[in-house]
């Protein structure tokens, strides 16, 4: 049975609950006048939330030393992606060790839902999801990212280097 | 008649049978990579190791002859430790390449590793490194670090093709497939050693790196590529046809197909596809419209074929025999057309035969076509004769080749069919040369209708509609039944 | 007296260019993230966005976010229509703006917003941070008046 609670006597006078917010407000207003510091609002454009290593931003294609994709264009991150929005077309490499390699990766960015297979299902380290929250931009900008824009935009200054080094593990054999 | 029982199943087979044959029979998987049915047998791989019981050894199911009373088990804890170990000889030099592998998806390797794997290699030595990528002729690439040596191409080149160009050479974990030196594997059959390469050693050079395997999805079909009517599977998916591989059927093609026939996926896909109706303008400045609909354009076509005194038709090979049927009882039982046209692709090399496959007759349904009009008693003359009286015709009808590739005097027909008042060619492909013609209407090719083909032999062969590439096109049976709606004739 | 109408005109007109009055559609996840911008912590009305409205006669600024179906459609197409114009539309979240995860084309009851009512800016993410909501007013007030912003120019002439 739910009781229903009267309300007191002192909150049929307004005033009071009038005074007891203002109050509230106006602390604030005092705590935030003396100290910035511990303002909550983040003031946007000036100043970023710094966000975890994990997050899931836009993607990025990670290079090789000499500049190359690493991406090998196995696909697995098309076949797995949910949302069906990565499209890669391949072509054979002029180097036997590289042999197969995309001469197209397109995300449509509108379709994308950041969920991480992709990154989860590459084999070489070749995508992953970058610091980057996304950003708005007017209708009529190109949503379709390609190579360009997914591996060498100014953000990644001139391509993001994998910790995995593949001339290491030759070496060993692997 | 021998009795064997295989995990308790019992079953009676012919004398000389395979323990191996007897368990398909039975639906009892046994793994194998050097067994093909096709070919002859080398016992090189130990997988297909089964128990027999009284026998204190385990035995290749594939060499074993079956003997009355025998009983084999394929399952049992023995017989699954040996082929583990046996796969993980087989995996101590394979490049984990799977990544970058066109076979990755429908291979062997990886099927029986989720089967029977051994998933804690114990090898601590380094592969050894062979060459990648080497070409071995137009067709096909090697890889010969991903080759496990079941032998399978050597023994293909041997029995099948008969042409001797591949090898095992070198000995140990160095042995490696190759051709000698200055004779690469260029036979007209070499892309059958990519179907039965269970790993990805060996990858065809067309279908390389176009598609993962996992995207594509298969259809039963009749090649169109010649006579022959070998059966097979049309690889496919939302961007396309990607690949023909052979279907077995052993009264027809055995398990093989040659190289051309692999090709004929190329004439249904969009680019090489008329995609709308093309008329050309009745006034002097000649231009051509473009996507006018089927229907209206049928219309129009039969308004004149009503006024039409005199007309042609010409056929080739290369439709169904549901389509002659309509169309032979449309023009000659309904409209009396006398003069009809039947267009061979050559006639120097039409009846030659290379023995296996491969004819020089390259409609997939000669014999429909003849067939059908026996049955409805008209004479074909040959479309050499056209010439004579091409300027008498007022109305021509063309049933164009779907297969342009193997009518080389494309051009040169043409030329003499323009000669007539009014060419409507029906056609599933693009040609410059058909640019002259009042109309151009697009056919549907042979992946994308239902139908009959009537091979050399005349066994006919149900082909069925597997995808849909152009969605404005349309059969000949769909021709005709927009003209006798225009023109006002029932059938 | 006509010079100081016009003056005092393209003075309302400005400011009423520059207040953001809002309606929001949302459904699903962006919801939250738009909650979030909308108040303390990220607070866009710093950008000159007012409080959420509820009147669509009032609001000149349309947020549609979460999946839009045909039923939703309609109710979609009827706010914008009653809305005071120039309307301005943001679209934000994936599923907005291309139905995804769901699939298009036969059977699917999904629509994108784009091909609803004229998008003018597009948030994606799945949902989008609040940055992204505000980067998208930002985005709006570049377009609405092109050129530098006031607080750019107050940046240049402090440096």
Redesign the interface.
Known sequence: MSVVKRPSPKAKWYIPGILTGLKITIKHMLFNLASRKDMITVQYPEEKFQYSDRFKGNHILTVKKDGSLRCTACMLCATHCPAECISITAAEHDDPEVEKYPISYEIDILRCVFCGYCEEACPVDAIRMGPEHQTAAPAGDNFIYDITKLAYRAENKGGVLSKVDDQERHKRGL | MPKLTINGQSIEVPQGTTVIQAAKELNIPIAHYCYHEGLSIAGACRMCLVEVEKNPKLQIACNLPVTDGMVVYTDNPRVKDAVKWSLDFHLINHPLD???CDQ?GECKLQDYYMDYGLYTPEMDQ??VKK???VSLGDRVVLDQERCILCSRCVRFTKEVSKTHELGIFNRGDRSIIATFEDRPLNNNYSVNTVDICPVGALTSKDF???Q?V??LKDFDTICNGCSTGCNVKVSYNANGVFRVRPKVNKEVNGHWMCDFGRDIYKHTNKEYRLEAVVEKREDLSGATVKGKPVALALQEIGKNLKQAKNIALVLTAQYTVEEYEAFLNFFVGKLKVSSIYYWKNNETSFDSFDGLLIRGDKNPNTQGLLKAAQKHNVKLLPVTEFDKSASSFDFCILAAPENQAVYPDITEKCQMFKKSNEVVCITSCYNDSYNGFKWQIPAKSFVEKDGTFVNFKGVAQKIKAGVKIIPTSVSLEEVVYGLTESMGVSI | MSFLASRLETLVFNIEKTLHVPLVLSEGCCTVEIENTSLASYDWGRLGVSEVEELPQEANLLIVAGWVNKKRSEEIKEYYEQMRKPTQVIAVGSCALSCSPYKLGAGSEMIKVNDLINVDIFVPGCPPRPEAILSAIIELQKKLSPGPSAQEVLHAALK
């Open positions: 799977c990544p970058i990755a380094r592969k060459n990648k990528a390389r790196f176009k993962r996992w995207f």
